[in-house]
């Protein structure tokens, strides 16, 4: 079988053998403890919509910012670290021996080292701590495979990708953003990781450069990754990108399934597209329950952060302004926002048999003619799109019009039932924000679909829901920003509630040796 040396490469990655831990001494935590701090975690995952795969990240981050803010200077933070994830079982302590929690403190000792020399705040600090908890994360469970799978995909799309007037390098860099943003689906704490693992790799060497000259480079990477999130192409590139998707998916769920079994199912033509569709069957069903489970947390967060808040807002005002309470209005802002989001989110269909046979076409392209890749249809030609200030300001009035029409019979229907100024505007925010919720979860259901087809009055669907998506999409971002539970979490209850775990943990641990003692 005469394969590209890039899918050589993925498959040689596969083939490798695991890593064996080593029988070091390891830490124990209480079963007890372990329990009250899952339900802590569970709740304060509730607040903040974030991927299933980025929570653990998160909380590394999360337990750090405390712990060096608590202990001043952030020695012997790493122990501590583990401690907790132990504790909310995002960590089994298998994965953990007394080497890696060495190697997690220097890891610590040295983004604090950066952060005393970046003294004039060049890098914010919530940046720097976001990189350690990347490194952090994956010094605990190695990502080496996904990381193959990722590169593996950067190669292949890089091809088809030309941007114009700009520098080479920054063009790899905003393609691999890309490639991270909408195929790895990282956030941005991860992507630099990533980056500068590739673009500075010396930094995370056993003996990383440690001189001022070394740390500004560093930074000012930092710098220039950051500044790339924001370039005006990452957007169109994001969109390119995640429309080729599909096969790659498959291709990832396929090996990270067999493993080192890949190369021998490939070589069996008839094996390897029953074991294809097989994958590619389970994903479909699997769907519903993503789905499901998406719009419940969705709707937690929500209710959570935003409705309660925005209810008491309504019902004072009904009192102390309107003189009289509102139910009608009241109730549907109660009620409609949820009941929109299970039916906004609820509609769709699974993928057929001629999706699955598409995709299985794809990937045996992928697999056997790497190559040729580069030359199929439909590239990416980064040009800036010529200008016609007619058309332009046109099309400009007529989308303007759209945000008028709509907005317009919204709060002609509202008025009609009697809504105050207070009680519609708490109606147009969760409508945005539930519409824009409900599009994330549909894209996340079709993320196995090669071709979106459009329906025949989809069009005119979108003609008046585009301006609520879009207002729900400036919410979105701006609003979580400020979310008071997240303040409460995060400020308020976990410094002390994890003060008392640690006391339990200490207490329990003392019985047991009393225990042990009598025995």
Do not use: C
């Not at 001043?72 to 007394?98: F, K, M, P, T």
């Not at 590739?198 to 000259?213: E, K, L, R, S």
């Not at 008028?404 to 009680?423: D, E, Y």
């Not at 009055?457 to 207002?471: Q, S």
Request: glycine share 4%; aromatic share 12%.
């Amino acid at each position: 079988m005469d394969l590209s040396p890039t899918v050589e490469a993925l498959l040689t990655e596969f083939e490798r053998p695991a890593s064996i831990p080593k029988e070091n001494a390891r830490l124990d935590v209480s079963r007890t403890v372990s329990l009250l701090a899952v339900l802590y975690e569970k709740a304060r995952n509730a607040v903040e919509f974030r991927a299933d795969h980025l929570i653990r990240r998160a909380a590394i981050e999360r337990i750090l910012k405390r712990r060096i803010m608590l202990d001043g200077g952030g020695h012997n933070v790493a122990e501590q670290l583990i401690v907790e994830l132990l504790w909310a079982r995002y960590i089994d302590s298998s994965l953990i021996d007394n080497e890696k929690v060495a190697t997690i403190q220097e890891v610590v000792d040295r983004y604090l080292a950066l952060k005393h020399h970046s003294s004039s705040n060049s890098v914010p600090w919530d940046t720097l701590v976001g990189l350690a908890s990347s490194e952090i994360e994956e010094t605990i469970v190695s990502a080496r495979k996904r990381i193959a799978l990722t590169n593996f995909f950067y190669q292949a799309i890089r091809p088809k990708v030309a941007l114009v007037d700009v520098d080479p390098e920054y063009a790899n860099m905003l393609i691999y953003i890309a490639v991270e943003r909408a195929y790895a689906q990282s956030d941005d704490a991860f992507v630099t990781y990533h980056l500068l693992r590739v673009i500075y790799p010396d930094w995370f060497t056993a003996h990383a450069p440690n001189t001022g000259a070394q740390y500004e480079r560093l930074l000012s990477t930092v710098q220039l990754i950051s500044k790339s999130f924001r370039d005006p192409a990452g957007d169109r590139l994001f969109r390119y990108v995640r429309s080729h998707t599909p096969p790659y998916l498959l291709l990832r769920d396929f090996f990270m399934e067999v493993g080192p079994k890949a190369r021998n199912i490939i070589e069996d033509q008839e094996q390897f597209e029953q074991k294809l569709a097989e994958i590619a069957s389970r994903r479909y069903h699997e769907i519903a329950g993503k789905v499901r489970r998406a719009v419940v947390r969705s709707f937690i967060y929500i209710f959570l952060t935003k409705m309660v808040f925005a209810l008491a807002l309504e019902a004072p005002y009904d009192l102390y302004v309107a003189k009289k309470i509102a139910y009608i209005p009241l109730g549907i802002n109660t009620l409609f926002p949820p009941v929109l989001l299970f039916l906004v989110a609820g509609f769709f269909s699974v993928p057929g048999a001629d999706n699955t046979r598409r995709l299985i076409d794809s990937v045996k392209t992928i697999l056997f003619r790497f190559d040729s890749l580069k030359n199929q249809p439909n590239p990416f030609i980064g040009k800036p799109p010529e200008k016609r200030p007619l058309l332009t300001a046109i099309f400009s009035v007529f989308y303007l019009t759209t945000y008028a029409i709509t907005f317009g019979l919204i709060h002609w229907g509202l008025r009609a039932l009697h809504f105050s100024i207070a009680s519609e505007t708490i109606f147009l925010f969760f409508i945005a924000l539930i519409t824009f919720f409900a599009y994330r979860i549909r894209l996340s259901a079709k993320e196995y679909e090669m071709v979106d087809q459009q329906g025949i009055l989809e069009p005119l669907v979108d003609f008046f829901f585009l301006p609520i998506l879009r207002a729900g999409h400036i919410l979105s971002r701006e609003i979580a920003k400020i979310n008071i539970f997240i303040f409460l979490f995060d400020f308020v209850l976990e410094a002390p509630l994890k003060v008392i775990f640690e006391v339990a943990e200490e207490w329990i641990r003392f019985i047991r040796i009393k225990k042990d003692e009598i025995i």
